[in-house]
């Protein structure tokens, strides 16, 4: 494959990643409020669980690499926000609340992990038990 079309895929899937990303951001901070970056932990947690399941169907199934660019590397990787994670970590660390940064910290690990494995299951249940 070209390296081109390679670009093309991963950049246009970043595109509409990172669009997603701030448009569901946003609306998601514009109802739960400014307090708690709800907006991110969703976004990271949803991104992991899709990124499971369709790692899963692509190990399982043959399908083209270009779906593995564009989608796995390219949507999923502009959707996620671990840079945006670290970064409100560390304001959170910054202003002293502890209690808030370890629910963020630990809940955003515990719940992307067990996303990305209950991708991989379902992911096996639709393709009738095959890994």
Not at 24 to 29: A, E, K, P
Not at 32 to 47: H, K, S
Not at 68 to 77: C, N, P, Q, S, Y
Request: net charge neutral.
């Amino acid at each position: 494959m070209e390296t081109i079309t390679k670009i093309a895929l991963v950049g246009s899937g970043g595109f509409l990643g990172a669009n997603v990303r701030y448009w569901l951001g946003g609306w998601i901070q514009d109802r739960t409020g400014g307090a708690f970056p709800w907006q991110t932990m969703f976004i990271n947690v949803t991104g992991s669980l899709a990124i499971g399941l369709f790692m899963g169907l692509f190990a399982g199934l043959d399908w083209s690499p270009n779906w593995r660019l564009f989608l796995a590397i390219g949507v999923f990787g502009g959707y996620t926000t671990y840079s945006t994670f670290a970064y409100e970590a560390v304001a959170m660390l910054g202003d002293g609340r502890y209690l808030p940064l370890l629910l963020y910290v630990e809940g955003t690990a515990v719940l992307t992990v067990v996303g990305a494995w209950l991708g991989l299951v379902t992911s096996r249940l639709l393709l009738g038990g095959v890994t």
